[in-house]
């Protein structure tokens, strides 16, 4: 906590903090995606790891609320970011926010989740819903709560 991220690799150690790009010095969350990319969660914003170089991804860029709970990088190659306050899509350009009024069950968004036919599943402390061909579809019948994770049944 407080200190950055420490990379080691063939032997060497470095470190990276806020004073070097990343968004904050509390890395909480590590997930690395199908490219080899290495997305940090602070407790400020997003950071891609790419080739040693940082992407950032926080409020300075577009992003709705710099309390990330989730993210999912999707086949389409696009990178979704659950928030308190704003589901976000992220694909190399300006960030898309959806909240209530885009057909999401609440603006706060938890778990991310895709499914074998693309769509999107996200959970809302009001509800779950998924994307799919441009627009939100809520569940019926799902009682308001965390969701901590999504996956496929077998």
């Given at each position: 906590?407080?200190?950055?991220?420490?990379?080691?690799?063939?032997?060497?150690?470095?470190?990276?903090?806020?004073?070097?790009?990343?968004?904050?010095?509390?890395?909480?969350?590590?997930?690395?995606?199908?490219?080899?990319?290495?997305?940090?969660?602070?407790?400020?914003?997003?950071?891609?790891?790419?080739?040693?170089?940082?992407?950032?991804?926080?409020?300075?860029?577009?992003?709705?609320?710099a309390n990330v709970w989730s993210v999912l990088s999707a086949t389409d190659g696009s990178v979704w970011l659950g928030t308190r306050d704003g589901l976000n899509q992220w694909n190399n350009g300006p960030i898309r926010i959806y909240r209530k009024q885009s057909g999401l069950p609440d603006d706060g968004s938890d778990s991310l989740f895709q499914d074998d036919h693309g769509r999107i599943w996200v959970s809302t402390p009001r509800g779950i819903a998924y994307f799919e061909n441009g627009r939100f579809t809520s569940l019926s019948g799902v009682p308001p709560g965390f969701v901590s994770s999504i996956r496929r049944g077998s």
């Open positions: 906590m407080d200190r950055g991220l420490l990379h080691v690799h063939q032997g060497r150690t470095d470190v990276f903090a806020q004073s070097d790009g990343l968004t904050g010095d509390d890395a909480q969350t590590l997930f690395e995606d199908r490219e080899g990319n290495v997305w940090v969660i602070t407790l400020n914003g997003l950071n891609r790891f790419r080739d040693f170089a940082v992407a950032t991804i926080s409020i300075e860029q577009g992003l709705s609320n």
